[in-house]
């Protein structure tokens, strides 16, 4: 059973950095994806960015591109989201998942199996 928890939300100002982490466990990370996805209240959950472990290719929605980067460790089994230039507009629960078993980066939530706890994060203006 594959576990994945989330640490690094919190409150900042509009324009400063935050880095999330994803801690994987019960699976060590091969032929698969991982990716960041955010829910705003009210909203439907987005896709934020997904990262492919075998080589590491990227992709990210337009919204982000150019402020943040995701990146994963593959010794630690953990992924992480560098977010700089924060907007109040990137408040929301963000949440890591997994699909697992495929190279595809899918961005819709459905194509994931495994989803952490979700963190909080939330930007001043």
């Known amino acids: 059973q594959v576990q994945l928890v989330e640490s690094g939300g919190g409150l900042v100002q509009a324009g400063g950095p935050l880095r999330l982490s994803c801690a994987a466990s019960?699976?060590?990370?091969?032929?698969?994806?991982m990716g960041w996805f955010r829910q705003a209240p009210g909203k439907e959950r987005e896709f934020v960015a997904a990262?492919?472990?075998?080589?590491?290719?990227?992709y990210y929605a337009d919204s982000v591109k150019g402020r943040f980067t995701i990146s994963r460790d593959n010794a630690k089994n953990t992924e992480y989201l560098q977010m700089n230039s924060l907007k109040p507009e990137d408040t929301a629960v963000y949440y890591c998942?997994?699909?697992?078993?495929?190279?595809?980066?899918?961005?819709?939530?459905?194509?994931?199996?495994?989803w952490g706890q979700g963190t909080q994060v939330t930007v001043s203006s």
């Open positions: 998942a997994a699909r697992l078993s495929i190279s595809i980066i899918f961005t819709s939530p459905r194509q994931y199996d495994y």
């Open positions: 019960g699976r060590t990370f091969s032929n698969d994806v």
């Open positions: 990262i492919r472990w075998s080589d590491g290719r990227t």
